[in-house]
T-cell receptor, first 116, second 113 residues
Framework: NAGVMQNPRHLVRRRGQEARLRCSPM?????VYWYRQLPEEGLKFMVY????????ESGMPKERFSAEFPKEGPSILRIQQVVRGDSAAYFC??????????????FGAGSRLTVL | EDQVTQSPEALRLQEGESSSLNCSYT??????LFWYRQDPGKGPEFLFT???AGEEKEKERLKATLTKKESFLHITAPKPEDSATYLC??????????????FGRGTQLTVWP
């Protein structure tokens, strides 16, 4: 019974490149959340998705960032034209359908992005 | 505007030396306050949820309490394996995404033998 799987665990990109982070939710979970943890800061909500739908993207930067959760396959957080300020740990969390949300969030181990 | 403030930022305890971590919050209409444990290189691991002032929950050496303005995580007779960063988070106000949490910066706890 695998938990929330994130890959890659570590990613190094040069400024201007693209970063793609993947998240496979726990089996049976259909709600996915992405959080970002900048150095010396707390985790901050970015986006909430259900299968094929973005429900709440109010925490996501307006430019260069996008997220999707297709009918088949993992959720993907995409960062275009990365800058040094994007260096952070990106965490994915999932919850089952019909849940009350935060009460049953399970977090993955995170993807650590370093922008050179 | 910070909604969750944790103190101290770092805490070093000798094994067996009990102490408390503090989490103060400013969100109105609290729907839930959460405590997580985070080990280096890992994601947050759920510990407790508290919903109303006066509520308490316990798990092994940990006990979480809640008042109208803050929460405490009491650690009784800690062991080195309790060393971790402890995160506090509050659920977004009514009308917002249920799974949206506002996290504090955490308290890094080190317990030495």
């Amino acid at each position: 019974n695998a938990g929330v799987m994130q890959n890659p665990r570590h990613l190094v990109r040069r400024r201007g490149q693209e970063a793609r982070l993947r998240c496979s939710p726990m089996k049976g979970h259909s709600h996915v959340y992405w959080y970002r943890q900048l150095p010396e800061e707390g985790l901050k909500f970015m986006v909430y998705l259900q299968k094929e739908n973005i429900i709440d993207e109010s925490g996501m930067p307006k430019e260069r960032f996008s997220a999707e959760f297709p009918k088949e396959g993992p959720s993907i957080l995409r960062i275009q034209q990365v800058v040094r300020g994007d260096s952070a740990a990106y965490f994915c969390a999932s919850s089952p359908p019909g849940s009350s949300g935060a009460n049953v969030l399970t977090f993955g181990a995170g993807s650590r992005l370093t922008v050179l | 505007e910070d909604q969750v403030t944790q103190s101290p930022e770092a805490l070093r305890l000798q094994e067996g030396e009990s102490s408390s971590l503090n989490c103060s919050y400013t969100v109105s209409g609290l729907r839930g306050l959460f405590w997580y444990r985070q080990d280096p290189g890992k994601g947050p691991e759920f510990l407790f949820t508290l919903y109303s002032a006066g509520e308490e929950k316990e798990k092994e050496r940990l006990k979480a309490t809640l008042t109208k303005k803050e929460s405490f995580l009491h650690i009784t007779a800690p062991k080195p394996e309790d060393s971790a960063t402890y995160l506090c988070a509050v659920q977004a106000p009514r009308g917002s995404t249920l799974g949206r949490l506002y996290f504090g910066r955490g308290t890094q706890l080190t317990v030495w033998p």
